[in-house]
């Protein structure tokens, strides 16, 4: 097999080829996208029990020093004063033209230190040039690996291990340790279940992901690749810049760029901030939606694949970004890009996917859990 070749190296890279992957490259890393079985396997032990997944590939940074917060606050689409220590969000980041160009989640661990997480976007190097001139300092910590155990049994895995994980709100971390390893563990992830991403050093990431999943075992904790968050993410719908994005899907007449409006994540400015970067043109952009972000559901269990273009009466009103078809609930289902008239529920639509035709309806988003209370939970 030809292993990706990648400048990024992940610890469990051999666990990985163990269980049949070929490593492909995910934002410069060599990824266990797919292992030999079937990834709705890996859907539904997510779902269902628990499922322990390599996400290394995520950059990691830390933003350190007494300007940190400042830099953050104007890259960022959040009001960092608010994100204490010990607490985490998920932001968004803008260009000048208010348009979308990477999310990452913050970590605030100290008055003056922060750690960002984040994808495949411009976020490394918009605050590589913020520091500059500032009493800030900007490390890419790549030995830092995060291992993301996600499903309602992780709770009671990591409960055998960690006092008061089970205390633990959404969107909050702590330092501890784990089978002696130095981790930090976040209630955080990408499923829509709940579960937790453990950050821990490179020299310990062998260990921890071993012991997972031998001890795990009986509750049903398995190993499970990348592209289950395929699955996951349409049924939460948790978007994978730059797969539902222009980058992928460009406008006709115009360069690429999404408001935050029409991607559904204008929730992650903060109410009235209007000092970060970009600010003015995203207000600006609010009723002038080219596209939404929206749901389809459709019959039978055939899947809709990134590009299929989405029809209503005859007429051309959006593109599929990523399809699934759920064992669970028996339902395919897709995310699109579709012209705003039609992002409301209950339209029936065709789904063009090379020379089969699929029907369905428009479906509000998301599909599984909409009040988010799996993630949420308290106990």
Aim: glycine share 10%; with cysteine; net charge negative.
């Amino acid at each position: 097999m030809n292993m990706a070749y990648s400048w990024r190296h992940s610890a469990l890279s051999d666990r990985h080829s163990a269980l049949g992957s070929a490593l492909e490259d995910w934002n410069g890393m060599a990824t266990a996208w797919t292992y030999r079985g079937d990834v709705q396997d890996d859907y539904v032990a997510i779902r269902t029990h628990a499922g322990l997944m390599d996400v290394s590939g995520l950059k990691k940074l830390h933003l350190v020093g007494p300007h940190a917060s400042a830099i953050l606050n104007y890259a960022t689409t959040r009001d960092v004063r608010k994100i204490t220590p010990g607490r985490s969000a998920y932001a968004t980041v803008l260009n000048d033209q208010g348009k979308f160009i990477d999310d990452c989640i913050l970590y605030r661990t100290g008055p003056n230190s922060w750690m960002v997480v984040h994808g495949a976007g411009a976020l490394h190097e918009v605050l590589a040039g913020m520091v500059v001139g500032r009493n800030a300092s900007l490390l890419f910590d790549d030995d830092l690996h995060d291992l993301s155990l996600q499903g309602p049994a992780a709770v009671e895995f990591l409960a055998q291990h960690i006092p008061g994980i089970r205390q633990l709100k959404y969107f909050h971390h702590m330092q501890t340790v784990l089978f002696g390893a130095p981790v930090m563990i976040s209630r955080t992830g990408y499923t829509g279940e709940r579960g937790y991403e453990i950050f821990c050093k490179g020299e310990d990431a062998p260990r921890i992901w071993d012991t997972i999943l031998a001890d795990g075992r009986s509750l049903g904790i398995v190993a499970t690749s990348f592209t289950a968050l395929d699955l996951l993410r349409v049924e939460s719908y948790l978007l994978f810049y730059p797969y539902d994005n222009s980058e992928m899907y460009p406008f006709e007449q115009e360069p690429v760029g999404d408001s935050l409006w029409e991607l559904g994540l204008e929730f992650t400015v903060s109410p009235k901030k209007t000092d970060f970067r970009g600010a003015a043109a995203h207000y600006a952009l609010k009723g002038h939606e080219r596209i939404k972000i929206y749901g389809l559901l459709l019959d039978g269990q055939d899947v809709a694949q990134g590009g299929d273009a989405v029809y209503a009466q005859g007429k051309k009103i959006g593109v599929v970004t990523c399809g699934m078809f759920s064992s669970l609930t028996n339902q395919s289902m897709a995310l699109a890009r579709l012209d705003p008239s039609c992002a409301q529920a209950g339209i029936a639509i065709e789904v063009h996917s090379g020379e089969k035709v699929f029907k369905g309806i428009t479906h509000s988003l998301p599909f599984d859990d909409p009040k988010k209370t799996k993630r949420t939970v308290k106990d």
